[in-house]
């Protein structure tokens, strides 16, 4: 295990293990629900069952109501040099 792999966190500020820079990304999955026909791969929209092409203002709310609780799974990257941290678990 790389000793450099851990975020820097000093006052509630990250910063890069590696160079010291404070752009630091926090990149986390989350659960995004999709629907879509399972046989010809298009999205359905989920409130009428009609196949139907997602607009991006509807492609916005999903995304913006994608959870991240329970998921669990996080890592940090560096916008300067290129650092990324291991994968953080809960
Ligand atoms: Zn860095």
């Given amino acids: 295990m790389n000793e450099k792999s851990e975020v820097v966190k000093n006052d509630g500020v990250y910063s890069c293990p590696f160079c010291g820079s404070k752009k630091i990304n926090l990149c986390s999955q989350t659960v995004l629900m999709k629907t879509e026909d399972a046989n010809t791969g298009k999205e359905v929209d989920e409130r009428t069952n009609k196949i ?18 329970g998921v669990g799974c996080w890592y940090y990257s560096c916008r300067k040099c290129g650092w990324v941290s291991k994968i953080y678990t809960e």
Avoid at 54 to 69: G, H, M
């Fill in 52 to 69: 139907k092409k997602l607009t991006n203002r509807e492609k916005v709310i999903a995304y913006n109501n994608a959870s991240t609780d």
